[in-house]
Nanobody, 115 residues
């Protein structure tokens, strides 16, 4: 399984960005796909997750602003980020677990929100 994240960039506070994660390889084995982020000087943080059945979870800091979605037909996972804040600045990573609990990581994509 390979994960490729894209869509990061530089935006101003209050603006939106959409991240994409392309999943390739043994995609049918994937159960959960999550977005994590790591801000400078901080530990990695779980942002949102989506199961193969479409159930979603979010960290409190992004609830109501971020939306994770999954297109199984296209093997894509998206993270729509609205009302961005400077504290959302981080490198965002997509992550997946397969049915055997093996973990996969994609490369990060930088999101920078200016005030």
């Amino acid at each position: 399984v390979q994960l490729q994240a894209s869509g990061g960039g530089l935006v101003q506070a209050g603006e939106s960005l959409s991240l994409s994660c392309k999943v390739s390889g043994s995609t049918r084995s994937i159960n959960v796909i999550r977005w994590y982020r790591r801000a400078p000087g901080k530990q990695r943080e779980l942002v949102a997750g989506v199961t193969s059945g479409g159930s979603t979870t979010y960290t409190d800091a992004v609830k109501g602003r971020f939306t994770i979605s999954r297109d199984n037909a296209k093997n894509m996972v998206y993270l729509q980020m609205n009302s961005l804040k400077p504290e959302d600045t981080a490198v965002y990573y997509c992550n997946a677990y397969d049915r055997w609990s093996k973990e996969y990581w994609g490369q990060g994509t930088q999101v920078t929100v200016s005030s």
